[in-house]
């Protein structure tokens, strides 16, 4: 069973980017769609961005425009490039399989968005 371990966050003040990586421990490329969420304390987890395995991506409104998902089949890691950061940004962000989630959640990755 693939597990997920997240990585790159941070940090960051109102404006600044980061770079999320999610690297699988098996192949993503079996995956119809894998998604990034997040939560924030107190909130229910959220999707972010999902991306199938054709490329096409899709993202909610708080986001659009401001983050872009990507893969690397080969490497089997998912990316997610987050521009113009938001305090509302600020949550432990995750990936896996969308809409299931069915496999088991990695420990995750803390973005802070300081304002």
């Known amino acids: 069973q693939v597990q997920f371990v997240e990585s790159g966050g941070g940090l960051v003040q109102a404006g600044e980017s980061l770079r999320l990586s999610c690297e699988a421990s098996?192949?993503?490329?079996?995956?119809?769609?894998i998604g990034w969420f997040r939560q924030a304390p107190g909130k229910q987890r959220e999707v972010v961005a999902t991306?199938?395995?054709?490329?096409?991506?899709n993202y909610p409104s708080p986001v659009k425009g401001r983050f872009t998902i990507s893969k690397d089949d080969a490497k089997n890691t998912i990316f997610l490039q987050m521009n113009h950061l938001k305090p509302e940004d600020t949550a432990r962000y995750y990936c896996?399989?969308?809409?299931?989630?069915?496999?088991?959640w990695g420990p995750g990755t803390q973005v802070t968005v300081s304002s």
């Open positions: 991306i199938r395995t054709n490329g096409l991506a």
């Open positions: 896996n399989s969308f809409p299931d989630r069915s496999l088991p």
């Open positions: 098996g192949s993503i490329s079996s995956i119809s769609s």
